[in-house]
Each structure stands twice: as C-alpha cells, then as structure tokens.
C-alpha cells in the first residue's frame, strides 16, 4: 500500500455568520479524519499511540506476563480513535481475553500482544502465538569444491530436497566460497522436479546477492532470502538451482562446497549449457532450508471482542517457558537484563578466533520479522568488530560489510571473558534473524549483544 501524506482542507478567515462556523468545524472534523486514517496507515497494523508496553515488574509476574501501562490513544482496526481507560495485563498461562486468544502456552516461540476491545468500551490485551521459521532439511558436510560457472560444463548447480513440512520457503543458506573477482550476481531459483531433474518451472526467485563480497572458506557464507516466498507441500521433492550472471571464467568464480558421502536423501546436478549431468550419485551441496510454520496467522477474537490493534511489539517465551524481560516505548524495545552470553535474549553470538565471517542466528533475540537493531561488541583482546546485515551484508558492492556495517574503524579491548561491551556499534537491520560477525584479528574472539532493537510495527 502506498501512504500519502492527508489532504488538508484549508478554510476562509473570512468565514463569518453560522453558515461559516458551520464549514469551518465540517473543515476541521475532515481535516482530523484524514489524519486518524493517514496515522492509522502509516503506522502498519499497530494502532497504539505512544503506548508503554513492558513485562510486569515482580519476580514470578514479569515471567508470564506482559503490561500495556499507558498510551495517548488507539486506534483501531475500524479506524475508531480511542483512550486507554487503565493499565491491562495479558498471562500467557491464561486463555482467552487477558491471555492467549486460542491454543496453550508454547516455549522457544515469540508471541504478538493486541488490544482488543468491546463495543461498550470493556477493554484487554491478548497473546497470538507468531510465525516460526523452522529448520526443515540440511545437509552440513563439507569434503571438496568446484567452481560455479567457472566453465560451461558448470554454468548452473542444483540441489533436490524433499520437504518435511508444509510451509512457505522465507530464506535458505548455502556454503559458498569464491575465487579471485567474480564482477557480477548470484541468486538462487526454487524449482519444480520433472524426472529427477529442475523441471525449469519456478516456483520462486531469491534476492541477488553481490559475488565479490563473499569470501573463500568453507563456511555458511550466503543467506539467500525470498521477497515472495514459494509455498512447499510435505513429501514433495524440489530444487534449488544456483545462477550467476559473471561471465564465464575459470579465475574469477564462486566456490560451491559439497560432499560425496553425507548420506543425504537428496541429490546434485550441474547444467553444461545443454542439460543436466550427474558427476556423482552420493554428492549433495552444503545447504539449509528453512519453512515458515504459522499457525495462527490471525487473531482469534474472544467472545464478545470485536475491535483490536496491535499493542506493542512482540515478546518471547524462552525455552523454559519464561518472557525475556523488556521494556518498549512506542516501538523502541530495550530487553532488561546484564550482558553475558548467559542471558539468551541478549547475546547474539561469537566470531571465534577467526577473520572469516559467522552467520550468526539471532532467533532468540529478535522477532521473526524486519527490525532494525542497536549491537554492542566485547573482544578479549584489540580487534576490529563487524556486524553485518542479512541478506545485505552479501550485498555490498564495496566488497562485503567491511567498512560499511558495524563499527569499521573501531578497536574494541576488553578482559579474556570477552563478556562485557565496551562500546555500541551503528544500527543494523535483519530481515530473517540472521547477521553475519567478524574480528580483524584472528586471535581475539568478538561476542555481540543486542542492546536494543526498533520494531516497524
């Protein structure tokens, strides 16, 4: 949806008599229903003003529970302007208004906080359990590497996997490499199987990501994610098919990691220009896919409840069935707590005492949708640290995130226990919980932590 700025009538100062008070308040009234409907718009599907949401203070209570304690107005899923009349309160141990609107409570999972209201203004929060991108198959293996149209014979690769649940395909990583200066794009294209081969039917298109940023190692160095995510049917075989658009070069390529004897049910296929040969029947490339499981992708009204907005951001229940502390104003969130990698919702991982860039999940710390997050970094030692974003940070046509993402330029010095930042880096964004992290100094591990994170609402 496109969001335009609200048309203002203007009114004469001339206006006189109560013919022209009468236009002048018409004027007036217009003029405050195009800015609800304009705010209402531009805010998403959030329609709280200025709200304070939080988890409640008390030692048993903040971990079921979570408080919208004030704001300057809602604004409904009618368009209906309203005030808040008190403080509401939602358990995740309870059912229906006051708790979850369907189902029980689940850990490891991220949960939405709405208002919901009555037509004769009774009010509360509710709890929706949110989407979940679930790892549904991989094969993590690394034995060898062969070039991706580094030579004709090689133009294009594909990997066939069967899907283990239904769900949409929102973003898969791959172990790349590359060698010399590729000068181009690469992408990944979800594809229908037609006699144990690509069918050429494509289900769905990945973001292209930039080939010189990637670097030579036999890690997970590219997170390809999918604007319109195809939908995948459990028991079904597809294909994932790697495409370049650098010219042909047996110097300057991508390096694509794969292994002979994983034992995965799936298989490898490379495209020589005129169809598709097999090099060897064991071989599958190192990959990992993941599948959207929604459950309840719309709130589930309690009896009674008509109208609802989204209260605030989002809140997670950690794996023992506890919210992860926080306070939001608007939708600035800043999680409470120290910083140690003990702490789950704060810690978003570690480089290792390596140059070469980690993918890092942040699934415990930032909800499964955009956000844009405020890092800090704590090094056991002199180092340079860098967080990059996912899928950009394989974007950058400077080379990667080095220098552009995160803190380039900045030393970061710290106690061996590399636990406690000593400085905040520039805000990064994630589009699938995901970042990618590294050191300037092979020695010296980096530990990242999220200070605190803006939800778009």
């Known amino acids: 949806m496109s969001l335009v700025a609200p048309v203002f009538v203007s009114s004469s100062p001339f206006a006189t008599g109560n013919g022209g008070r009468r236009a002048r308040f018409e004027q007036i009234l217009e003029n405050t229903l195009a800015l609800r409907d304009w705010m209402a718009a531009s805010r998403g599907t959030c329609g709280v003003i200025n709200g304070t949401l939080r988890t409640v203070t008390g030692y048993t209570q903040y971990q079921k529970q979570v408080q919208l304690q004030r704001s300057s107005g809602i604004i409904l899923s009618n368009g209906q302007l309203v005030n808040q009349a008190a403080p509401l309160v939602a358990d995740v141990t309870v059912s229906g208004a006051g708790g979850l609107d369907i189902g029980t409570e689940q850990n490891s999972r991220w949960y939405q906080p709405y208002y919901i209201r009555k037509d004769d203004g009774t009010e509360n929060l509710c ?33 066939s996997f069967p899907v283990g649940t239904t769900g949409q395909l929102p973003f898969v990583e791959m172990g790349l490499g590359r060698s010399g200066t590729p000068n181009g794009s690469i992408w990944l294209e979800v594809q229908t199987n037609s006699g144990g081969s690509p069918s050429g039917v494509v289900l769905a298109t990945s973001t292209r990501l930039y080939a010189p940023a990637h670097t030579n190692n036999n890690g997970f160095q590219a997170v390809f994610t999918f604007d319109t995510p195809a939908t995948l049917t459990s028991g079904t075989t597809y294909w994932l098919v790697l495409k370049s658009d650098y ?205 605190a994170w803006q939800w778009r609402g």
């Not at 198959?137 to 991706?148: A, D, E, I």
């Not at 229940?317 to 409470?336: E, H, K, T, Y």
């Open 127 to 159: 709890l929706r359990l949110m989407k979940v991108n679930n790892l549904d198959q991989s094969q993590t293996s690394f034995v060898s590497n062969y070039g991706l149209n580094d030579a004709t014979a090689r133009t294009w690769h594909a990997q």
């Open 247 to 451: 010219a042909t070069s047996g110097a300057n390529f991508i390096v694509v990691h794969y292994s002979d004897a994983s034992g995965y049910a799936g298989a490898h296929k490379r495209w020589d220009g005129a169809a598709w040969q097999v090099d060897n029947a064991g071989r599958d490339l190192c990959f990992k896919t993941y599948v959207t499981v929604d459950s309840t992708p719309t709130l589930t009204l309690p009896s009674g409840y008509t109208m609802y907005t989204k209260a605030g951001p989002p809140v997670y229940n950690d794996s023992g069935g506890n919210f992860q502390s926080f306070f939001a104003q608007d939708n600035l969130v800043m999680p409470i707590g120290y910083i140690a990698s003990s702490n789950a919702h704060l810690y978003i991982g570690q480089t290792g005492a390596t140059t070469v860039p980690i993918l890092l999940d942040a699934s415990t710390v930032i909800p499964p949708e955009p956000v844009i997050v405020f890092a800090s970094a704590g090094a056991a030692g002199a180092a340079y640290a860098q967080l990059g974003p996912v899928p950009d940070a394989n974007q950058d046509p400077g080379g990667g995130f080095s220098g552009r993402y995160g803190g380039a330029g900045d030393t970061y010095t710290e106690s061996a226990s590399a636990e406690y930042p000593v400085r905040h880096m520039p805000a990064v964004w994630s589009q699938v919980q995901r970042f990618f992290g590294s050191t300037s100094n092979a020695g010296v591990n980096v530990k990242f932590f999220v200070s």
